[in-house]
């Protein structure tokens, strides 16, 4: 029998599953750039529709699909204010600085989440010594909170305070799904908080590659122009917008078997003699520390001889994350490796 290898490394590993293949190549194309592909329009009205925007863009990436969001909602020199682990300050590769020549405010948040009270102490006032603040940032799930969920009630807060101190206010929804099936959050009550949603296809819904990114019709205008400046306009790209459509349509309510079989792993993490600490599993995601009697390295060692992948997040910090390709006996193979750690 062929080994069994489980990545648990991220939600990004999946394969296309037969049924999503099958879409793809019977997908209808055209040349996007010319606005021709019937499947990335069909992808873009349906995307808009469900969180009620009026529009919306298909990119390679979400890197992409936020850094034109900054681009689009700050200037040059301009502030913007997200959380200390987020992804658009840890992960895009200094993009905030190097795309749109824009300042970061970073907040110290509570597993990722930031709250009003905190954004309103951190505005700028009107002073020509500080940098303007244009911007909010807010990931939910936040990566680094360990798929940690905003309580709603926080976001229309936050997006009250934007409102009213003329700040412009942006989600990073890359998980935004999760979310919706551990919380029951509206996407359209989302669309409502938010000038810019970005949301990945290529996470635990399982596409092999986009995201898309969501505003006002003059918002996603502007935003195709610079999708075109960043290199991210594409051709036939049906082909992976019926992976897109596919995705969201029958891979949003088994996001609920992630999680499961996330609690479960925690669980099970929770029991192991050498795990220190584990952060609360929300959604698909399980933050864990390691005790000083076992190395990060060594651990992830032994779980790789074992054919079992995860990633290290920080010293002695411990990254696994459920997915479409992880079944029961996978988790059950990793109870059985970890007694043996
Ligand atoms: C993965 C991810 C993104 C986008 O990453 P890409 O690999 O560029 O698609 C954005 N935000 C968060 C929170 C993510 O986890």
């Given at each position: 029998m062929r080994e069994m290898i489980v990545d648990l490394?991220?939600?990004?590993?999946t394969r296309p599953t037969p049924g999503m293949l099958d879409a793809m190549l019977h997908a209808r194309v055209g040349d996007d750039v010319f606005g021709d592909d019937p499947t990335v329009n069909s992808l873009e009205e349906k995307v808009a529709d469900i969180f009620g925007k009026e529009a919306s863009l298909f990119c390679p990436s979400g890197t992409m699909t936020n850094q034109i969001a900054i681009n689009g909602l700050t200037r040059p020199g301009d502030e913007v204010i997200c959380e200390a682990g987020s992804h658009v300050y840890?992960?895009?590769?200094g993009g905030i600085a190097f795309n749109s020549g824009a300042s970061v405010r970073l907040i110290h948040g509570d597993r990722g989440r930031i709250t009003a009270a905190q954004v309103a102490i951190n505005i700028n006032p009107d002073d020509i010594h500080h940098p303007v603040s244009r911007l909010v940032v807010a990931e939910n799930t936040a990566n680094r909170g360990g798929g940690s969920c905003y309580d709603p009630a926080e976001l229309r807060r936050i997006s009250a305070l934007c409102r009213e101190q003329f700040l412009k206010f942006h989600l990073d929804g890359a998980r935004f799904f999760n979310a919706m099936i551990a919380t029951g959050i509206d996407p359209r009550e989302t669309g409502t908080l938010f000038d810019s949603i970005s949301i990945c296809?290529?996470?635990?819904?399982?596409?092999p590659v986009g995201s898309l990114l969501l505003g006002s019709g003059e918002f996603i205008h502007q935003s195709r122009r610079v999708r075109k400046l960043f290199g991210g306009a594409m051709r036939q790209a049906g082909y992976l917008a019926a992976a897109g459509i596919y995705a969201l349509d029958h891979h949003i309510t088994r996001l609920a078997d992630d999680h499961v079989r996330a609690v479960r792993i925690g669980e099970m993490m929770q029991a192991?003699?050498?795990?220190?600490q584990v952060m609360p599993?929300?959604?698909n995601i399980i933050i864990f520390t390691l005790s000083e009697t076992m190395p990060d390295e060594l651990f992830l060692a032994r779980l790789k001889e074992a054919g079992i992948l995860a990633i290290s997040i920080g010293p002695q910090s411990i990254r696994m994350v459920t997915h479409l390709d992880i079944s029961d006996p996978m988790i059950e193979k990793l109870a059985g490796v970890l007694k043996q750690c």
């Amino acid at each position: 029998m062929r080994e069994m290898i489980v990545d648990l490394r991220s939600d990004t590993v999946t394969r296309p599953t037969p049924g999503m293949l099958d879409a793809m190549l019977h997908a209808r194309v055209g040349d996007d750039v010319f606005g021709d592909d019937p499947t990335v329009n069909s992808l873009e009205e349906k995307v808009a529709d469900i969180f009620g925007k009026e529009a919306s863009l298909f990119c390679p990436s979400g890197t992409m699909t936020n850094q034109i969001a900054i681009n689009g909602l700050t200037r040059p020199g301009d502030e913007v204010i997200c959380e200390a682990g987020s992804h658009v300050y840890k992960y895009e590769g200094g993009g905030i600085a190097f795309n749109s020549g824009a300042s970061v405010r970073l907040i110290h948040g509570d597993r990722g989440r930031i709250t009003a009270a905190q954004v309103a102490i951190n505005i700028n006032p009107d002073d020509i010594h500080h940098p303007v603040s244009r911007l909010v940032v807010a990931e939910n799930t936040a990566n680094r909170g360990g798929g940690s969920c905003y309580d709603p009630a926080e976001l229309r807060r936050i997006s009250a305070l934007c409102r009213e101190q003329f700040l412009k206010f942006h989600l990073d929804g890359a998980r935004f799904f999760n979310a919706m099936i551990a919380t029951g959050i509206d996407p359209r009550e989302t669309g409502t908080l938010f000038d810019s949603i970005s949301i990945c296809l290529s996470k635990g819904l399982g596409a092999p590659v986009g995201s898309l990114l969501l505003g006002s019709g003059e918002f996603i205008h502007q935003s195709r122009r610079v999708r075109k400046l960043f290199g991210g306009a594409m051709r036939q790209a049906g082909y992976l917008a019926a992976a897109g459509i596919y995705a969201l349509d029958h891979h949003i309510t088994r996001l609920a078997d992630d999680h499961v079989r996330a609690v479960r792993i925690g669980e099970m993490m929770q029991a192991c003699p050498f795990v220190k600490q584990v952060m609360p599993v929300e959604t698909n995601i399980i933050i864990f520390t390691l005790s000083e009697t076992m190395p990060d390295e060594l651990f992830l060692a032994r779980l790789k001889e074992a054919g079992i992948l995860a990633i290290s997040i920080g010293p002695q910090s411990i990254r696994m994350v459920t997915h479409l390709d992880i079944s029961d006996p996978m988790i059950e193979k990793l109870a059985g490796v970890l007694k043996q750690c």
